[in-house]
Nanobody, 126 residues
Framework: QLVESGGGLVQPGGSLRLSCVASGFTRDYYAIGWFRQAPGMEREGVSCISNSGAITNYESSVKGRFTISRDNSKNTVYLQMNNLRPEDTAVYYC?????????????????????WGQGTQVTVSS
């Protein structure tokens, strides 16, 4: 089970921190990813992190602005989003999958993820 929180309305240039509490996934090696879907658009990968936290990956448009991290003691993955832009407006989902962690990388490919949260809305607007 995955539960996202932390979305909201923010002005351009502002920041938000999304949280994803994950439970019940029993694989030894897996990745947790953040995806987003804007109205009328395909769902796209934003960032992912391995279960150990040692491996991360970012979509090019968010590099340098977003940071993914995890606190295993709380079973929580965070997405710190800084310098937000109107084009970041979307529903943000977290997902978990064992196939998303391969060859020392976590991949932002939807088929690699098995379980999904319900999403949290992020709106960037003045």
């Amino acid at each position: 089970q995955l539960v996202e929180s932390g979305g909201g309305l923010v002005q351009p240039g502002g920041s938000l921190r999304l949280s994803c509490v994950a439970s019940g996934f029993t694989r030894d090696y897996y990745a947790i990813g953040w995806f987003r879907q804007a109205p009328g658009m395909e769902r796209e990968g934003v960032s992912c992190i391995s279960n150990s936290g040692a491996i991360t990956n970012y979509e090019s448009s968010v590099k340098g602005r977003f940071t993914i991290s995890r606190d295993n003691s709380k079973n929580t993955v965070y997405l710190q989003m800084n310098n937000l832009r109107p084009e970041d407006t979307a529903v943000y989902y977290c997902a978990v999958g064992a196939r998303a962690l391969r060859f020392g990388l976590c991949v932002l490919s939807i088929p690699g993820y098995e379980d999904w949260g319900q999403g949290t809305q992020v709106t960037v607007s003045s």
